[in-house]
């Protein structure tokens, strides 16, 4: 219901789907309020292979998003031909997200730096666990509305003013 021109090929090579008005390469176009498995665009690998979407700028970049089918069905989107090679983002079967992983330990992990610029509003942060840091937290200003803190490495500095370090106290 709602597809009209089911399939359509204008003068100049573009693909219609849906449209008999296409605006680019392939546009498709789907007039409906249908939700589930009967709408929108699917991939679909039924072999060994991974189910994938690539874009490339011919000779400079690619990236390819998708379903890792040797991963443990993992979605990921990696800076390579495949998801098996530099994934950047992978989200595993059970929601968990990796920043610069593939095998996310807690609900977010990331391998890596992060930076942050502006204010960090603990207000409304609340936890039902610990928070485990390998290296460093700093904020500058005041920290405020802490459940709980443990760092299994190194220190935690708030500002210039205080600084703990679990092995040696604070300074």
Do not use: C, M
Not at 37 to 49: F, K, L, P, Q, S
Not at 115 to 121: R, T
Not at 144 to 168: A, E, M, P, W
């Amino acid at each position: 219901s709602g597809w009209g021109e089911r399939l359509y090929i204008s003068s100049s090579g573009k693909v219609g789907i849906g449209t008999t008005t296409p605006n680019g390469p392939l546009h498709v176009k789907e007039d409906n309020s249908g939700t589930g498995v009967g709408n929108g665009i699917t991939i679909e690998n039924d072999g060994t292979g991974d189910a994938t979407l690539q874009f490339l700028l011919t000779g400079t970049k690619r990236w390819v998003v998708g379903i890792d089918n040797s991963d443990s069905d993992k979605f990921k989107i990696a800076d390579s031909s495949d998801l098996n090679t530099n994934a950047l983002l992978t989200i595993d079967g059970d929601g968990k997200v990796g920043i610069g992983t593939t095998s996310p330990a807690e609900i977010l992990t990331v391998e890596g730096n992060i930076s942050a610029s502006g204010n960090l509003n603990t207000a409304g942060i609340t936890s039902s666990g610990d928070v485990h840091v390998d290296q460093y937290i700093y904020h500058d200003g005041d920290l405020t509305n802490y459940h709980r803190f443990i760092s299994n490495k190194q220190k935690f500095v708030v500002g210039n003013d205080l600084s703990i370090d679990l092995d040696n106290g604070v300074s």
